[in-house]
């Protein structure tokens, strides 16, 4: 049976840095305690417009097929995960698949969140191993600059996310020890309401109000230290499920590349694993929470900066709102 590998990553960051010091002037918060709350500096924000979910995930993709030495023409299917499309329909994907003309190609956008890139890793996979599709692109993109609360009321939130783009070519592998070895995907709508955005939406009578917008229930609420504990309990939970399923030990993972909430988050994960702290990847401090965008992003870095080599075992994982959470583990 052929698995997905990974032949190409790219990213893509909007122009625009947005540092702590300039939040300062919006709200009351303080370079000092971003930093020691979440590790974050900096983070990046699209021009309106001009960079958008699909855009700057077409710019990460070009990059993620060059590097695979593949044309745009070799993709078979798209896989978009964001929770910030363009529009509320049509989704991203088909958005992308238009500025990287592959029309009549089928683009199937992700609401995962958060989790978003690993959903996607795993859904490509399926595609490839039922032999239905030999290559598939797989995009986490994110605009989360413009839904962002900027005063002082909306400062828990607004001072992690950041906007971006990332992209992973797969293609079909006959060999055994390469490519996505094994995925769990998982959710619990329980939770839903610790980590949203209710509007707009189709809950209520009307999708947006104008008291929707005056109470703030378009901006993303999250109950924070509760996210945080559950994301420090099914970070390491998701890890060990991959090796239990593919007999592997944690010693044997090169590479954890989690999803980049905060570094607390990151850190935490490492000391409950017991890995080396040079064994998990983070990047937090330049660009934020990039939601579905995160995990590409990191990938991209870690492979520019030599931290993933041919035969690498990496590992991939995420949690977010839904709440959902889940692991892919990769032979590079
Ligand atoms: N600047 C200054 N002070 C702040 C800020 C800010 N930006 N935000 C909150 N505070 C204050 C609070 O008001 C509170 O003040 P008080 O003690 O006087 O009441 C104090 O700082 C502590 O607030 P906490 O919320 O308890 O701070 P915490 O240490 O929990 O950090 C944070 C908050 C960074 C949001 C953390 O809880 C976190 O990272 N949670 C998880 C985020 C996450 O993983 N999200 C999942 C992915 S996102 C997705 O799926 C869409």
């Given at each position: 049976m052929p698995r997905a590998s990974i032949a190409g990553l790219g990213k893509y960051l909007p122009k625009r840095i947005v540092t702590n010091h300039d939040l300062e002037k919006w709200m009351d918060t303080n370079d000092a305690w971003i930093r020691e709350r979440t590790g974050i500096e900096t983070r990046h924000w699209a021009e309106p417009g001009k960079e958008t979910a699909a855009s700057m995930g077409a710019e990460a993709a070009r990059q993620a097929l060059k590097q695979a030495g593949l044309q745009t023409s070799d993709v078979d299917f798209i896989v978009f995960a964001t929770?910030?499309?363009?529009?509320?329909?049509?989704?991203?994907g088909c958005l992308l698949g238009d500025m990287l003309g592959l029309n009549g190609v089928g683009a199937l956008d992700i609401r995962?969140?958060?989790t978003g890139f690993v959903y996607g890793l795993s859904v490509a996979d399926q595609f490839i191993r039922s032999g239905m599709y030999k290559t598939v692109l797989v995009v986490g993109g994110e605009v989360q600059s413009t839904a962002l609360n900027l005063t002082t009321e909306g400062r828990d939130v607004a001072v992690i996310f950041g906007d971006g783009a990332g992209a992973a070519v797969l293609t079909a592998t006959?060999?055994?020890?390469?490519?996505?070895l094994t995925s769990n995907l998982h959710a619990d709508?329980?939770?839903?309401?610790?980590?949203?955005?209710?509007?707009?939406?189709?809950?209520?009578?009307?999708?947006?109000t104008h008291e929707m917008i005056d109470n703030g229930s378009i901006y993303p609420y999250m109950n924070g230290r509760y996210v945080f504990k559950h994301a420090v309990t099914r970070f390491p939970e998701s890890i060990l499920e991959t090796l239990r399923a593919t007999g592997y030990s944690k010693d044997d993972i090169d590479l954890i590349i989690p999803h980049q909430a905060n570094k607390r988050i990151t850190e935490a994960v490492q000391q409950r694993l017991d890995v080396a702290p040079e064994k998990v990847f983070s990047n937090i401090h330049k660009y934020g929470n990039t939601t579905a965008a995160s995990i590409p992003i990191a990938m991209t870095e870690a492979m520019e900066e030599g931290r993933i080599r041919p035969g690498d075992l990496v590992c991939t994982v995420a949690f977010g709102s839904g709440f959902t959470w889940g692991a892919n583990l990769i032979r590079f």
């Open positions: 929770l910030s499309p363009e529009y509320t329909f049509p989704g991203s995962t969140q958060c006959d060999d055994e020890n390469k490519g996505i709508g329980k939770y839903a309401r610790e980590l949203f955005c209710e509007a707009p939406g189709s809950f209520g009578e009307k999708r947006v």
